[in-house]
């Protein structure tokens, strides 16, 4: 018998048990629905955590910190402070000029910027009040999502993006309505001896862009972003003249090609840095979401795993119920292996309704919850569920060759029976 | 021709032996229509399922065409079945949730026979059988003898040269077992087919060209069939009667009448 009359016999044959057959397919199906979600849950969320990093994160920048001594045993006291900086209740190593220089001999390494991060007592608007507030410099590698104006290129010292929780208690009204006008922000300069009235200054900035309060962006959020130099001169207002001032906790390593991040991060690693590339961040959260995905799966595999069962158990009981039809088939010169392939083929069928009516539930629930999920956990413009055909094939296929070899055992039986006997069967 | 050779067959093993067949011997020349004959268990079952390969007897041959099909591998004499042999059954077998058409395309299936012939040999052979318009029909929804009629029909839509029937009447009332009966005589008469019917009913055997009466595997007599297998030539008057000439007829009939008086 040829194949192609095979699957089309093993169709008709199922068509005629319509119960049976559709409820051992839905018993596939719930493996097939668990797992299509899983997967598409898992693509959705490496996507996300991709534009996360790509909104976050600069490919050719590698974060890089000095590595913690490791030691056991009491050290001597350095008056210099050895390059380390004391403060949060204990004492950290820096990054230095020096360093920095050394760091820039290193090959493939474009430019080296300290990490300012200029701490500011408040920030305000005219005839509003005084609102605390943290700074970040501007990047203009990392993609902003922007509520209102943009920047184009660089920041220009003067220049501030807003974020857009502070639009409001700024008095601006909309974030649209903010660009443009003027913010003050306010530092304290630190002084090696004790001043009744510390010396303070206030920085002023025209709004260029408001950055959008999405779930991509939380390196900006909450964090007003000024170009790199303004941050330099508010870092120094601040720090000179302190001995914490040219020591920084965080540099950021700029090198020239991304695909020789990791390997100056290894050069870094070398020297004595702890360093961290966009991969090593991505890699973190994408560790994160295949633990999940995969104990997801596991659940979608042991929903296929008793569907399993199901199927031979169906199959088991068709032969039993079909043995003088299988009887008659061999009379007429059907051979065992014919028999027997009949028989696979309809675990097949079994196999492929399951996945398609589980796979397109799947897509189906996916796509009508998928905005849903992104409202409910603020995810901008990204869908949670994403489903790649390729994926659902994958899904189905499988699916089929499980049942393929769930029927195994049945189609053995069947392709083994004796035709003189199996005719006889009342 | 069918040559069987010496064919016996024991079920069971040590003091469970059972002889279904006891060196069975004969030759069925081709075209011709046989009847086995015989009480329940007496092997006449038993012997169909030898001659077509369908069971394997310990000792003999089952020569057709020149070929001891027993010798053949598993899968030859599934091909050879599928090519030139068929069944019917008392119990007729057929799929009730299938069309007829569906029921009847399955030998068609097995053989292989090229998709684009199919149609018409199945339309050819429930056309032979008078169910054309069934066709499309479930095979559940027919009538008992229809229901036989679609089993002869997938009996011979592959055209096959040896028939097998297996009490083919005896699940159908008189007259609608005449019909079927004619059915599948009338195939043989125009295929120039083997038709090798298993039987109790001593009126269909006599529709036959020959007779074998088995007793517990061995065979009693042979009628219809001479030492050598072929069928004897019929009777003057029979064949008269047969053609319908009753002048000829009247005339035999005397002719012999005087020379038993002489």
Same mark, same amino acid.
Not at chain 1, 93 to 121: C, F, H, Q, R, W
């Given at each position: 018998?040829?194949?192609?009359?095979?699957? +089309?016999?093993?169709?008709?044959? *199922?068509?005629?048990?319509?119960? +049976?057959?559709?409820?051992?397919?839905?018993? $596939?199906?719930?493996?097939?629905?668990?797992?299509?979600?899983?997967?598409? !849950?898992?693509?959705?969320?490496?996507?996300?955590?991709?534009?996360?990093?790509?909104? /976050?994160?600069?490919?050719?920048?590698?974060? &890089?910190?000095?590595?913690?001594?490791?030691?056991?045993?009491?050290?001597?006291?350095?008056?210099?402070?050895?390059?380390?900086?004391?403060?949060?209740?204990?004492?950290?190593?820096?990054?230095?000029?020096?360093?920095?220089? !050394?760091?820039?001999?290193?090959? !493939? &390494?474009?430019?080296?910027?300290?990490?300012?991060?200029?701490?500011?007592?408040?920030?305000?608007?005219?005839?509003?009040?005084?609102?605390?507030?943290? $700074?970040?410099?501007?990047?203009?590698?990392?993609?902003?999502?922007?509520?209102?104006?943009? &920047?184009?290129?660089?920041?220009?010292?003067?220049?501030?993006?807003?974020?857009?929780?502070?639009?409001?208690?700024?008095?601006?009204?909309?974030?649209?309505?903010?660009?443009?006008?003027?913010?003050?922000?306010?530092?304290?300069?630190?002084?090696?001896?004790?001043?009744?009235?510390?010396?303070?200054?206030?920085? $002023?900035?025209?709004?260029?862009?408001?950055?959008?309060?999405?779930?991509?962006?939380?390196?900006?959020?909450?964090?007003?972003?000024?170009?790199?130099?303004?941050?330099?001169?508010?870092?120094? #207002? $601040? /720090?000179? @003249?302190?001995?914490?001032?040219?020591?920084?906790?965080?540099?950021?390593?700029?090198?020239?090609?991304?695909?020789?991040?990791?390997?100056?991060?290894?050069?870094?690693?070398?020297? @004595? #840095?702890?360093?961290?590339?966009?991969?090593?961040?991505?890699?973190?959260?994408?560790?994160?979401?295949?633990?999940?995905?995969?104990?997801?799966? @596991?659940?979608?595999?042991?929903?296929?795993?008793?569907? &399993?069962? @199901?199927?031979?158990?169906?199959? #088991?009981?068709?032969?039993?119920?079909?043995?003088?039809?299988?009887? *008659?088939?061999?009379?007429?010169?059907?051979?065992? +292996?014919?028999?027997?392939?009949?028989?696979?083929?309809?675990?097949?069928?079994?196999?492929?309704?399951?996945?398609?009516?589980?796979?397109?539930?799947?897509?189906?629930?996916?796509?009508?919850? /998928?905005?849903?999920?992104?409202?409910? *956990?603020?995810?901008? /413009?990204?869908?949670?569920?994403?489903?790649?055909?390729?994926?659902?094939?994958?899904?189905?296929?499988?699916?089929?060759?499980?049942?393929?070899?769930?029927?195994?055992?049945?189609?053995?039986?069947?392709?083994?029976?004796?035709?003189?006997?199996?005719? +006889?069967?009342? | 021709?069918?040559?069987?050779?010496?064919?016996?067959?024991?079920?069971?093993?040590?003091?469970?032996?059972?002889?279904?067949?006891?060196?069975?011997?004969?030759?069925?020349?081709?075209?011709?229509?046989?009847?086995?004959?015989?009480?329940?268990?007496?092997?006449?079952?038993?012997?169909?399922?030898?001659?077509?390969?369908?069971?394997?007897?310990?000792? %003999?041959?089952?020569?057709?065409?020149?070929?001891?099909?027993?010798?053949?591998?598993?899968?030859?004499?599934?091909?050879?079945?599928?090519?030139?042999?068929?069944?019917?059954?008392?119990?007729?077998?057929?799929?009730?949730?299938?069309?007829?058409?569906?029921?009847?395309?399955?030998?068609?299936?097995?053989?292989?026979?090229?998709?684009?012939?199919?149609?018409?040999?199945?339309?050819?052979?429930?056309?032979?059988?008078?169910?054309?318009?069934?066709?499309?029909?479930?095979?559940?929804?027919?009538?008992?003898?229809?229901?036989?009629?679609?089993?002869?029909?997938?009996?011979?839509?592959?055209?096959?040269?040896?028939?097998?029937?297996?009490?083919?009447? %005896?699940?159908?009332?008189?007259?609608? %077992?005449?019909?079927?009966?004619?059915?599948?005589?009338?195939?043989?008469?125009?295929?120039?087919?083997?038709?090798?019917?298993?039987?109790?009913?001593?009126?269909?055997?006599?529709?036959?060209?020959?007779?074998?009466?088995?007793?517990?595997?061995?065979?009693?007599?042979?009628?219809?069939?001479?030492?050598?297998?072929?069928?004897?030539?019929?009777?003057?008057?029979?064949?008269?009667?047969?053609?319908?000439?009753?002048?000829?007829?009247?005339?035999?009939?005397?002719?012999?009448?005087?020379?038993?008086?002489?």
């Amino acid at each position: 018998m040829k194949i192609s009359d095979s699957i +089309r016999r093993a169709g008709r044959s *199922l068509r005629q048990a319509k119960a +049976r057959t559709l409820l051992t397919s839905l018993a $596939i199906g719930v493996g097939a629905f668990t797992i299509t979600l899983s997967l598409a !849950g898992g693509q959705g969320g490496r996507e996300y955590t991709d534009a996360i990093v790509k909104a /976050n994160t600069d490919v050719n920048e590698v974060a &890089v910190t000095k590595k913690m001594p490791v030691s056991t045993s009491i050290q001597e006291y350095s008056a210099d402070g050895g390059g380390t900086t004391d403060g949060f209740g204990g004492s950290f190593p820096t990054i230095t000029n020096a360093d920095i220089e !050394g760091m820039l001999k290193i090959d !493939g &390494v474009e430019s080296v910027t300290p990490n300012y991060a200029p701490a500011v007592n408040y920030v305000t608007a005219e005839g509003q009040k005084k609102y605390v507030a943290t $700074i970040s410099e501007f990047s203009p590698s990392v993609t902003l999502d922007y509520a209102a104006g943009s &920047v184009k290129g660089d920041l220009k010292s003067g220049e501030i993006v807003l974020t857009e929780d502070y639009v409001d208690v700024l008095g601006f009204g909309s974030a649209e309505n903010a660009i443009g006008k003027k913010v003050e922000v306010n530092t304290t300069k630190l002084s090696t001896s004790y001043a009744p009235v510390p010396e303070t200054k206030d920085f $002023i900035f025209t709004v260029k862009g408001v950055s959008s309060a999405s779930g991509l962006a939380f390196r900006s959020q909450g964090s007003m972003l000024i170009s790199g130099d303004q941050a330099k001169e508010i870092y120094t #207002y $601040i /720090n000179e @003249g302190t001995p914490v001032y040219g020591k920084f906790i965080l540099a950021s390593v700029r090198v020239a090609d991304a695909n020789r991040a990791e390997e100056i991060k290894g050069v870094l690693d070398g020297k @004595g #840095y702890d360093a961290q590339t966009a991969a090593d961040v991505l890699g973190t959260v994408n560790t994160f979401i295949n633990v999940l995905l995969g104990i997801l799966l @596991g659940f979608g595999a042991l929903a296929v795993l008793t569907s &399993v069962f @199901g199927i031979i158990n169906t199959q #088991y009981i068709s032969v039993l119920e079909r043995t003088q039809q299988i009887g *008659l088939m061999k009379a007429l010169g059907m051979s065992a +292996r014919d028999v027997g392939r009949l028989f696979k083929y309809e675990a097949a069928w079994v196999g492929f309704l399951g996945g398609a009516i589980g796979s397109g539930l799947a897509f189906i629930v996916g796509t009508i919850a /998928n905005p849903f999920i992104t409202d409910a *956990l603020d995810l901008g /413009n990204i869908y949670l569920l994403k489903f790649e055909p390729m994926q659902i094939a994958i899904v189905v296929i499988g699916l089929m060759l499980i049942s393929v070899a769930a029927g195994i055992f049945p189609a053995r039986k069947a392709s083994r029976l004796d035709p003189i006997e199996a005719l +006889r069967t009342e | 021709m069918i040559e069987i050779k010496g064919i016996t067959k024991t079920y069971g093993k040590k003091q469970n032996a059972f002889l279904a067949l006891d060196n069975v011997n004969f030759t069925i020349p081709d075209g011709t229509t046989v009847a086995i004959i015989g009480k329940s268990g007496s092997g006449k079952s038993t012997l169909m399922h030898a001659m077509s390969g369908l069971d394997r007897p310990e000792i %003999g041959e089952v020569v057709i065409d020149g070929e001891n099909i027993l010798t053949l591998k598993q899968r030859k004499i599934d091909a050879f079945r599928a090519s030139k042999m068929s069944f019917i059954f008392q119990s007729f077998f057929i799929q009730p949730n299938e069309t007829c058409y569906d029921n009847v395309v399955l030998p068609l299936e097995i053989a292989e026979v090229p998709r684009g012939q199919r149609r018409a040999k199945v339309e050819a052979a429930l056309a032979a059988v008078e169910l054309t318009d069934k066709i499309r029909s479930k095979a559940a929804n027919l009538s008992g003898g229809q229901k036989q009629r679609l089993a002869i029909a997938r009996a011979i839509v592959n055209e096959p040269k040896i028939l097998f029937a297996d009490e083919p009447t %005896g699940n159908l009332d008189s007259t609608t %077992g005449g019909i079927v009966e004619d059915f599948l005589f009338n195939y043989a008469k125009v295929n120039s087919a083997t038709l090798i019917v298993v039987t109790h009913d001593p009126e269909l055997a006599d529709k036959c060209d020959a007779q074998i009466v088995i007793v517990d595997g061995k065979v009693q007599s042979i009628t219809g069939l001479d030492a050598k297998g072929e069928t004897p030539e019929k009777p003057e008057e029979e064949k008269l009667l047969e053609e319908g000439d009753v002048e000829e007829l009247l005339e035999a009939t005397n002719e012999r009448t005087d020379e038993e008086n002489v």
